[in-house]
């Protein structure tokens, strides 16, 4: 049986969010210094360029900056049905600014889950597994997804 291996890339980004029921200042428009970390597992390469890796790192920021930073990145993170997501598109419409509409409340759970969906595919056909995914809100705060 191969080995199998863990390695991981991490990709930073500034994006705003509120969680509108929050029984705190959360519930106020604000934004963070976001860091992602994701695990992928696999048993190493055994040819080409990815010889004795699990995959090129490389190829995990590609997919990192483009699903990841590249969506999020300097944008406001609103779920669709939060009526504050309404005032962002008025407002956008005038002075255009990047909304990304989610259908969940976008927490750093929320968040580590729906990052986790939407690159486990990818990173399959690449020939290995994504095991978790860590969002950190704060330097001091993180989610991680599957716990």
Request: proline fraction near 6%; aromatic fraction near 10%; include cysteine.
């Amino acid at each position: 049986m191969p080995r199998k291996f863990l390695v991981s890339k991490e990709i930073e980004f500034d994006a705003g969010h509120r969680v509108p029921e929050h029984a705190s200042k959360c519930r106020n428009p604000h934004g963070h210094r976001y860091r992602v970390v994701v695990n992928v597992e696999g048993a190493l390469q055994a040819e080409g360029s990815s010889d004795g890796m699990v995959l090129d790192f490389g190829e995990i920021k590609s997919l990192l900056t483009e699903r990841v930073h590249d969506v999020y990145d300097h944008s406001f993170i609103v779920k669709f049905d939060d009526p504050f997501a309404n005032y962002l598109m008025g407002f956008s419409r005038d002075n255009p600014c990047k909304i990304v509409l989610v259908g969940f409340t976008p927490t750093a759970e929320n968040l580590a889950f729906a990052i986790f969906e939407d690159l486990a595919g990818p990173i399959e056909e690449l020939g290995a597994k994504l095991v978790c995914v860590l969002v950190w809100e704060t330097p001091t705060s993180m989610a991680a997804y599957p716990a």
